[in-house]
């Protein structure tokens, strides 16, 4: 069963670019065609999806972030990354990473989750 | 982007209930709809993906329907397990859009 985990720091002053990492345990990065996404959710509000990068390096964003988002893969550690650059309190977030796989009648589909961890931008 | 417009917001309902909740898609998406459940402090787990396809280990209270623009999320016989939020999401095209959700509480 695989399990995710990020990390970085919980605090990111404005202006500042946000990192987070996430670390897949239990099966590896590369297999299959397994795409690794990144979601996020203000405190009491819904989910938006970040974007996605497969073990080649290709990635996929979300327009209303592309400009300030990067997401690479490091498949030597099994591991994922997140930046997001210039950040202002509205990315104030629970970030979540997470596995997509491809399903036959669902194309590519969030299966597997990490816990999350809360970044706070704030000076 | 595809928008995805889910009702109602909140739900109230009693243990052993049946409960629906709806997704409306912006667009046709065929069955590229997936279900999630979301209890306080954790992380969404996926219950259904293309439109009906229970995940496995998902108990058979739970059931999809729907294809093109109207899906929908049913829960038959509440258990207290089942009170948290639901989201469902759109794999039809990036960005993976996911609507707003739907709080279910117990009435």
């Known amino acids: 069963q695989v399990q995710l985990q990020e990390s970085g720091p919980g605090l990111v002053k404005p202006s500042q670019t946000l990192s987070l990492t996430c670390t897949v345990s239990?099966?590896?990065?590369?297999?299959?065609?397994?795409?690794w996404s990144w979601i996020r959710q203000p405190a009491g509000k819904g989910l938006e999806w970040i974007g996605r990068?497969?073990?080649?390096?290709?990635?996929d964003y979300n327009p209303s972030l592309k400009s300030r988002v990067t997401i690479s893969i490091d498949t030597s550690k099994n591991q994922f990354s997140l930046k997001l650059d210039s950040v202002t309190a509205a990315d104030t977030a629970v970030y979540y990473c997470?596995?997509?796989?491809?399903?036959?009648?669902?194309?590519?589909?969030?299966?597997?989750w990490g816990q999350g961890t809360l970044v706070t931008v704030s000076s | 982007d595809i928008q995805m417009t889910q009702s109602p917001s909140s739900l109230s309902a009693s243990l052993g209930d049946r409960v629906t909740i709806t997704c409306r898609a912006s667009?046709?998406?065929?069955?590229?709809v997936s279900w999630y459940q979301q209890r306080p402090g954790k992380a969404p787990s996926l219950l259904i993906y293309?439109?009906?396809t229970l995940q496995s280990g998902v108990p058979s209270r739970f059931g999809g329907s729907g294809s093109g623009t109207d899906f929908t999320l049913t829960i038959s016989g509440l258990q207290p397990e089942d009170f948290a939020t639901y989201f469902c999401?759109?794999?039809?095209?990036?960005?993976?859009?996911f609507g707003q959700g739907t709080k279910l509480e117990i009435k």
């Open positions: 999401q759109q794999s039809y095209s990036s960005p993976y859009t």
């Open positions: 293309g439109a009906s």
């Open positions: 997470a596995r997509q796989r491809w399903f036959h009648n669902a194309d590519y589909t969030e299966d597997s």
């Open positions: 990068v497969y073990s080649r390096g290709t990635t």
């Open positions: 239990g099966g590896s990065i590369t297999s299959g065609t397994d795409y």
């Open positions: 667009q046709t998406i065929s069955t590229y």
